[in-house]
């Protein structure tokens, strides 16, 4: 597994944006696919956007796609989501989650390492 430490998040109005940053302490960064999923209050975690080993696929839930931008720097060992045109539906404790498999995939349980999360909430 490897150690992921988000950080960005914040108390926004709606049509601002956030750039959350996910930095991993795993020495083989550059060998996982990373993924950003988020919990609302009462809701389950759900998936935002997700990208691969080598960059060159990703994938987004389709509320987010035309806003959301998930980006890496394997140099730098870290994952980036650029949100813009925040929504209210948008609030929530956004996670970073790391797997093993070259499959870029879309489900909680695809992925076996995971952030502690960082609360994002966007006010009307």
């Known amino acids: 597994q490897v150690q992921l430490v988000e950080s960005g998040g914040g108390l926004v109005q709606a049509g601002n944006s956030l750039r959350l940053t996910c930095v991993a302490s795993?020495?083989?960064?550059?060998?996982?696919?990373l993924g950003w999923f988020r919990q609302a209050p009462g809701k389950e975690r759900e998936f935002v956007a997700a990208?691969?080993?080598?960059?060159?696929?990703?994938r987004y839930t389709d509320s987010v796609k035309d806003r959301f931008t998930i980006s890496r720097d394997n140099a730098k060992n870290a994952v980036y989501l650029q949100t813009n045109d925040l929504k209210p539906d948008d609030t929530a404790v956004y996670y970073c989650?790391?797997?093993?498999?070259?499959?870029?995939?879309?489900?909680?349980?695809?992925?076996?390492?995971w952030g502690q999360g960082t609360q994002v909430t966007v006010s009307s």
């Open positions: 990208i691969s080993w080598n960059d060159d696929m990703t």
């Open positions: 795993a020495r083989t960064f550059s060998v996982y696919t």
């Open positions: 989650a790391a797997s093993r498999s070259m499959y870029v995939g879309v489900g909680v349980r695809e992925y076996d390492s």
